[in-house]
């Protein structure tokens, strides 16, 4: 079956852009993740959805940074004048539900986002 | 902030050997995953324990967990050139309503054909 698929896989972007990266779950999933990941480190945590809402956000370095997911399926990570400090590999994950004992969670490709 | 250390950073073997990787964290966990990554891109799961599980098998994976040290260990026997990646653990919280998974640093293992 299709696994979570994240587009674009590269963006080029300028200093002070606005850019948005898109993520589709895996079909079925509610619990759908955004992490950031920089060069040589793990995955950081960014935001949670269960469903349509944002269950956590916390994740979310500071306010240029907002994610939606209006229909809980897709999900888009929106980043506003964009730093060069944001550049990173922006991980989509998606789990069956985020109440579930083990939390399964299953990672797409991710976007290599890089700001010039 | 990184919550989860894992030693080596780097390890190299050759094919053939067997490979250990740890991990240490800091907080009360409900389960404890390993993820493969190659090439900086995804994430692919590899085995999950559960905080009342001591030790866990899948394949040529072998996974050990000791909640009262706050540490794992991910051995990968009769290791293989395509076995060559990052391996991550992966920790989630036993904190309050929290469900994201809180990453280690990662290991690099490198085998040698």
């Known amino acids: 079956g299709a696994g979570v698929s994240q587009t674009p896989s590269n963006k080029v972007t300028e200093k002070g852009k606005y850019v948005e990266l898109r993520c589709d779950p895996i079909s079925g999933h509610t619990a759908l993740y955004w992490y950031r990941q920089s060069l040589g480190q793990g995955p950081e945590f960014l935001i949670y959805?269960?469903?349509?809402?944002?269950?956590?956000d916390s994740g979310l370095p500071n306010d240029r940074f907002f994610a939606v997911r209006p229909e809980g399926s897709v999900s888009t990570l929106k980043i506003q004048r964009t730093e060069r400090g944001d550049s990173a590999v922006y991980l989509c994950?998606?789990?069956?539900?985020?109440?579930?004992?083990?939390?399964?969670?299953?990672f797409g490709p991710g976007t290599r986002l890089t700001v010039l | 902030s990184q919550q989860g250390e894992e030693d080596p950073q780097a390890l190299s073997i050759q094919e053939g050997e067997n490979a250990t990787m740890n991990c240490s964290y800091k907080t009360s966990i409900n389960n404890l995953q390993w993820y493969r990554q190659n090439s900086g891109r995804g994430l692919v799961h590899l085995i999950l324990?559960?905080?009342?599980?001591r030790e866990k098998h899948s394949g040529r994976l072998r996974v050990t967990l000791d909640t009262s040290k706050k540490s794992s260990s991910l051995l990968i026997t009769a290791s293989r050139a395509a076995d060559t990646a990052s391996y991550f653990c992966?920790?989630?919280?036993?904190?309050?309503?929290?469900?994201?998974?809180?990453f280690g640093s990662g290991t690099q293992l490198t085998v040698l054909p």
């Open positions: 324990i559960r905080s009342n599980e």
């Open positions: 994950a998606s789990s069956l539900t985020s109440a579930g004992r083990d939390n399964e969670q299953f």
């Open positions: 992966a920790m989630l919280i036993s904190s309050g309503s929290a469900r994201q998974l809180t």
């Open positions: 959805f269960q469903g349509t809402g944002a269950a956590d």
